[in-house]
């Protein structure tokens, strides 16, 4: 029998996770973990980087420029070990579609780095991405810990009718979200397969 209860590390990765979860203070309640981490969870499924990838990005949490379109949210989140220990100053390297689906293939316009702090916790400013022909609205993104060997994969959105039609599209990569005045609040805890 498996045991569902919340585990005393998971209670406080939510007590910890509160203030995280408040950085926008019109959010009216955290969002929960993804996945509820337990100890010995399953690391965070690996993904193709695709072509899109640009090396050397800025190191920036806001990737919202002046003028720029789209609906803002706000992506925040652990990097966690398998037993649900923290990774501090894991490099997170985000890159993304724009509102329209286009990419910025010249320049850094939505792309990004910054490091997790000691308790593992990152957040990114940016915008949702629209879907372009055969994919799904989509977050490209690579979590490494100091030293250690590189995730590549993909974020998606929960509702979006072309995750069904989206060959790359899986279930366990989807973002938990919720809605606020025009944003969108999101949450990922990216679990590393170390212990």
């Not at 309640?29 to 965070?44: E, F, K, R, Y």
């Not at 910054?114 to 993104?141: C, K, M, N, S, W």
């Not at 060959?167 to 679990?191: C, H, M, Q, W």
């Amino acid at each position: 029998m498996i045991d569902t209860r919340p585990s005393r590390r998971g209670l406080l990765l939510t007590a910890a996770a509160s203030s995280l979860f408040t950085l926008d203070t019109s959010l009216a309640q955290p969002l929960s973990p993804t996945p509820a981490c337990q100890d010995g969870v399953a690391a965070t499924l690996r993904q193709t980087e695709g072509p899109y990838f640009t090396p050397m990005s800025p190191e920036r949490a806001d990737l919202i420029e002046a003028g720029m379109p789209g609906q803002p949210m706000e992506l925040v989140g652990f990097v966690l070990t398998r037993s649900c220990k923290p990774v501090p100053e894991a490099l997170l390297d985000l890159w993304q579609a724009d509102s329209k689906g286009d990419y910025d293939n010249t320049g850094y316009r939505l792309r990004g780095h910054q490091f997790a702090d000691a308790e593992g916790r990152f957040r990114f400013r940016t915008v949702v991405p629209a879907q372009y022909p055969g994919r799904t609205p989509h977050l490209h993104i690579k979590v490494q810990p100091k030293g250690g060997r590189v995730l590549t994969t993909q974020l998606y959105f929960p509702g979006e009718p072309a995750n069904r039609r989206d060959p790359i599209f899986r279930p366990e990569l989807l973002i938990r979200t919720a809605k606020n005045e025009g944003s969108l609040a999101a949450r990922f805890d990216f679990v590393l397969d170390i212990k």
